[in-house]
């Protein structure tokens, strides 16, 4: 089984058991492509959603921000070799990448959404 949802704010959540690759993303890539703005991953050999996000759907890294391991109730950090997280983006635009510390998530999140306004301010503008 693989599931997910979206979220009304266009954010990707609940991606799990991905062990058929190619079918799963073929059955959920219009899903994607039309309707999420938003993905945060680990950055982990263990789980390449980043990757996978990145090549299949043209998301992009815009935040990267460090592991904070005092919030780490289910030993993510010892199963993803201490990751990153990647807050990403669904969009054509040129996105650069900002790294930021642990006790940065705000900063990071707010970052990310950025261009998610970027996008619907200019959708607004060409229609």
């Known amino acids: ?14 991606v799990f058991n991905l062990d058929s690759k190619k079918r799963y993303l073929m059955a959920i890539s219009n899903e994607i492509k039309n309707n999420v703005k938003l993905f945060d991953c680990y950055v982990s050999s263990k ?5 996978m996000y990145q090549a299949k759907f043209g ?7 460090d592991y904070n391991m005092e919030y780490d109730h289910d030993n993510i950090a010892q199963n993803h070799d201490n990751p990153k997280v990647a807050f990403m983006v669904n ?3 040129k996105v650069e990448s900002k790294h930021f510390n642990k006790d940065q998530y705000d900063e990071a999140q707010a970052y990310q959404l950025a261009f998610v306004k970027t996008l619907i301010t200019f959708k607004q503008i060409i229609q």
């Open 1 to 14: 089984m693989s599931g997910f949802a979206i979220e009304k704010n266009g954010n990707l959540v609940s």
């Open 91 to 93: 969009t054509a635009q």
């Open 47 to 51: 789980q390449d959603l980043q990757d």
């Open 59 to 65: 998301f992009k890294t815009a935040s990267l921000m």
